[in-house]
């Protein structure tokens, strides 16, 4: 897709293939996904070619805290400071963890420097760790947003992915908003799941948002799935990923594999599209985690293995 893209008529699809954000319009304007700092400035470019202006901006959404989510929104917060933050109930601990916050930011330079390293972005703003992250107003199960003229964004939980991750319904246009909480996506053709959380709940967000069944998935990651057949198709081969990888972990335990040995397989041969733009050990972490929520899923103790 080429960026901006026109989702719908009132839904503007910005930032890049890798890091998504997307422009609602109601009577005001929403912004939901918050990408990496590294996509700030083509963003703002953006929204100028799109002759938006700032005070036409009232919300920006967080559908979950992970870095690459969030970090465009402390500079729009910083220079347009009415612009209210809406994200999970959960995400008021997360918010006011210094420590937790340390850790956010310092993947966001992290990202950010491989983007500059590869010529991807020239120049991204400078951004010091939070005390606090703002938090203005908190949403759960069936929270409503309103941005007037029938745009009403209704909230669901859809964790599995993050604790907090929520997906946003615009039922006037069909439209779900699903974070990463739909699983790993590379195109064309690559599927796995994510479940950094928890398994189960990953399986159950799936099965609720294909209970949904949209005409159209905007994702946070490579752009949107437009359609019903493509969304039903995509939401279905996401949840088939989650049976494939339970099958090979159990399948290379029951084979004698230590976790490291699984962890350095998978490491090698699924680390694609925007994962190959974080650091090698943070990497070989997050599946080593994937491979653990696995077997905890089974009852199986990682100790020993």
């Given at each position: 897709?080429?960026?901006?893209?026109?989702?719908?008529?009132?839904?503007?699809?910005?930032?890049?293939?890798?890091?998504?954000?997307?422009?609602?319009?109601?009577?005001?304007?929403?912004?939901?996904?918050?990408?990496?700092?590294?996509?700030?400035?083509?963003?703002?470019?953006?929204?100028?070619?799109?002759?938006?202006?700032?005070?036409?901006?009232?919300?920006?959404?967080?559908?979950?805290?992970?870095?690459?989510?969030?970090?465009?929104?402390?500079?729009?917060?910083?220079?347009?400071?009415?612009?209210?933050?809406?994200?999970?109930?959960?995400?008021?601990?997360?918010?006011?963890?210094?420590?937790?916050?340390?850790?956010?930011?310092?993947?966001?330079?992290?990202?950010?420097?491989?983007?500059?390293?590869?010529?991807?972005?020239?120049?991204?703003?400078?951004?010091?760790?939070?005390?606090?992250?703002?938090?203005?107003?908190?949403?759960?199960e069936g929270s409503v947003l309103d941005l007037g003229k029938g745009m009403k964004m209704k909230f669901l939980e859809i964790p599995g992915h993050s604790p907090d991750c929520v997906g946003a319904f615009l039922e006037h246009e069909g439209v779900l908003f699903c974070s990463d909480g739909a699983g790993f996506y590379t195109p064309p053709d690559f599927f796995r799941p994510n479940y950094w959380y928890r398994l189960d709940d990953a399986e159950k967000s799936l099965d609720k948002m294909k209970a949904i069944d949209p005409e159209i998935l905007c994702r946070g990651h490579y752009g949107a799935m437009i359609g019903k057949d493509l969304v039903r198709k995509h939401l279905q081969r996401n949840r088939q990923s989650i049976e494939n990888f339970k099958s090979f972990v159990l399948e290379k335990i029951q084979a004698g594999w230590s976790v490291e040995e699984i962890t350095q397989d998978v490491t090698m041969h699924f680390s694609r599209g925007f994962l190959e733009f974080f650091p090698a050990e943070e990497n070989y972490r997050l599946w080593k985690l994937l491979i653990q929520r696995t077997l905890e899923h089974f009852g199986i103790e990682m100790e020993g293995r």
């Open positions: 897709m080429h960026l901006p893209f026109q989702v719908t008529k009132n839904i503007t699809l910005l930032g890049s293939e890798l890091f998504n954000l997307y422009l609602v319009k109601g009577e005001t304007c929403a912004i939901i996904e918050g990408g990496v700092s590294g996509v700030t400035y083509p963003f703002l470019e953006q929204l100028t070619d799109l002759n938006v202006p700032p005070e036409a901006i009232s919300h920006l959404v967080i559908l979950h805290s992970h870095f690459d989510h969030m970090m465009v929104f402390p500079t729009l917060k910083g220079r347009y400071p009415w612009m209210k933050i809406v994200t999970s109930d959960l995400n008021r601990t997360i918010f006011t963890s210094e420590k937790i916050l340390a850790k956010i930011f310092d993947f966001d330079r992290k990202i950010t420097l491989a983007l500059k390293e590869r010529n991807m972005i020239s120049e991204a703003p400078t951004l010091q760790s939070y005390n606090f992250f703002p938090l203005d107003i908190t949403v759960q």
